[in-house]
């Protein structure tokens, strides 16, 4: 079992700074990932204590982590608005000077769509992460839902892009990944991303994409957990 160490005490201080910032009435979006987690955690310590919150899953897994610890549970329809969404991400940019700062991959736990949804949605998006997620250029393979049919087809198109679409396979069942909407994930390498925004949007105007996990200029903050605290970069 995996114990706490180095990285995962830097995951809990992210992810605990960042539930610091949830208000008495807040609607907050719970993000995905072993980070937001500890978010949902303190979140649920603090509702224990009294704070009236809700809570927006954005997958299955947050939102059986969220019933756990005792947060109240809506949805995007039944609330007005989200005051404050709290989410992990697989690689940040982190050069000042980079034409992506602050851009995202996110998806690692294929829920960059309802990910997408909520954060974007918040009036302040917080990414919770740890120093390995830092990077000067996104790099990582960037997954692709797309819906079952299209997959061949989505493929055929990213490799036309000069990416490298590989179908994400369950670790633990025979068969791919199936997202919690019932599609599929490609995870497409196009090596160092030199600019996110057009790739971005080549990858929503490709016909069977629901969604990519690049996310561009949506986040307000990043909280990164150090050995001794947290940066908070803006
Ligand atoms: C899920 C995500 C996660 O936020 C991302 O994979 C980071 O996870 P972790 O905090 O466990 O490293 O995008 O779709």
Do not use: W
């Not at 995905?32 to 954005?58: F, K, M, N």
């Not at 974007?120 to 390995?132: C, E, I, K, L, Q």
């Not at 997202?179 to 790739?199: E, K, R």
Request: aromatic share 4%.
């Amino acid at each position: 079992m995996k114990t706490e160490g180095g990285s995962d005490a830097a995951k809990r201080r992210a992810g605990e700074r960042a539930a610091e910032e949830v208000e008495d009435g807040f609607v907050v979006g719970l993000g995905t990932g072993s980070t937001t987690a500890y978010a949902i955690r303190a979140i649920g310590r603090a509702v224990d204590d009294g704070l009236e919150v809700r809570g927006i899953p954005t997958s299955f897994q947050s939102r059986q982590l969220a019933l756990e610890v005792g947060i109240p549970v809506t949805s995007l329809d039944a609330a007005d608005g989200v005051d404050l969404a709290i989410d992990g991400a697989d690689q940040v940019v982190d050069d000042p000077e980079a034409a992506g700062y602050g851009a995202l991959i996110k998806g690692g736990g294929a829920a960059h769509t309802r990910e997408k949804l909520v954060d974007s949605t918040a009036d302040r998006f917080v990414v919770v992460a740890d120093p390995s997620k830092l990077a000067p250029a996104l790099e990582r393979s960037v997954p692709v839902e797309v819906v079952p049919d299209a997959h061949t087809v989505v493929a055929d198109r990213i490799r036309d892009l000069g990416g490298e679409p590989s179908l994400r396979d369950a670790t633990r069942k025979d068969g791919p990944v199936v997202t919690d909407n019932g599609n599929l994930v490609l995870d497409c390498a196009f090596g160092s991303i030199d600019d996110p925004d057009a790739l971005a949007t080549v990858l929503s105007g490709l016909p069977g994409v629901l969604e990519h996990g690049l996310f561009v200029g949506l986040a307000d903050a990043t909280y990164v957990g150090r050995e001794n605290g947290v940066d908070v970069r803006t």
